[in-house]
Nanobody
Framework: QVQLVESGGGLVQAGGSLRLSCVVS????????FGWYRELPGKQREWVAG???????YYADFAVDRFTISRDDAKNTVVLQMNHLKPEDTAVYYC?????????????????WGQGTQVTVSS
């Protein structure tokens, strides 16, 4: 059973930073892409950023120059560093295991999700 466990959410003032981590219980971690998604209040879940098995990264327009996704294959961990946070970034953030190691694995969700972590940015 694949498990993804997120941590690092919380309350922060606008302009602040948070670091989200996702630990994955998956023996083929190094061969998969990962994505971070978020669900704003009353909205559909949206893609935030993705990283391939080769550590190539991709970002939604709103995340460019503010968020950084990275992976540590030795620790089966994917990290989303979020800087210059805005109130409109308030959402539940989810880690997702891609169905492949390619761009599409980083860009489209696979079937395995973490439980989500709440990020709240106050103005």
């Amino acid at each position: 059973q694949v498990q993804l466990v997120e941590s690092g959410g919380g309350l922060v003032q606008a302009g602040g930073s948070l670091r989200l981590s996702c630990v994955v219980s998956e023996s083929i971690f190094s061969h998969r892409s990962f994505g971070w998604y978020r669900e704003l209040p009353g909205k559909q879940r949206e893609w935030v950023a993705g990283v391939t098995d080769g550590a190539t990264t991709y970002y939604a327009d709103f995340a460019v120059d503010r968020f950084t996704i990275s992976r540590d294959d030795a620790k089966n961990t994917v990290v989303l560093q979020m800087n210059h946070l805005k109130p409109e970034d308030t959402a539940v953030y989810y880690c997702n295991l891609g169905s492949s190691g390619s761009y599409w694995g980083a860009r489209r969700p696979g079937p395995y999700w973490g439980q989500g972590t709440q990020v709240t940015v106050s103005s």
